[in-house]
């Protein structure tokens, strides 16, 4: 059965860091789109950060910068480096594969059907 586990969620300053991990299990290959989306309470699904089968990484603009996505060599583990934190990037975050869309802003995101995801890990950010 697939499984995607994510950790590594918490609570810190504004200013912070928080390092997430996800980790996928029976994939019948890990030739997938893999990202990360949140979601606030009271607010739409947002795509934060996805990897691309070639290996193209994209980021929504509210955390260029400051979020660092990447993965193992085996794709079996998505990491989300989140630096700089603010209260604005207060939410339940999810690892999902195969990403709605390639282009993790486009509006599918957040609105359109998704393929695996795990329980979340929830991020709280105080200023």
């Known amino acids: 059965q697939v499984r995607l586990v994510e950790c590594g969620g918490g609570s810190v300053e504004s200013g912070g860091s928080l390092r997430l991990a996800c980790v996928a299990s029976e994939f019948p290959d890990n030739n997938y789109c893999q990202g990360w989306f949140r979601r606030a309470p009271g607010k739409e699904r947002e795509g934060v950060a996805s990897i691309d089968t070639d290996g193209t990484i994209r980021y929504v603009d509210s955390v260029k910068g400051r979020f660092t996505i990447s993965q193992d060599s085996a794709k079996d583990v998505l990491y989300l480096q989140m630096d700089s934190l603010k209260p604005e990037d207060t939410a339940m975050y999810y690892c999902?594969?195969?990403?709605?869309?390639?282009?993790?802003?486009?509006?599918?995101?957040?609105?359109?059907?998704?393929?695996?995801w795990g329980q979340g890990t929830q991020v709280t950010v105080s200023s």
């Open positions: 999902t594969a195969p990403c709605p869309h390639a282009d993790v802003t486009d509006p599918s995101w957040a609105t359109g059907e998704y393929g695996f």
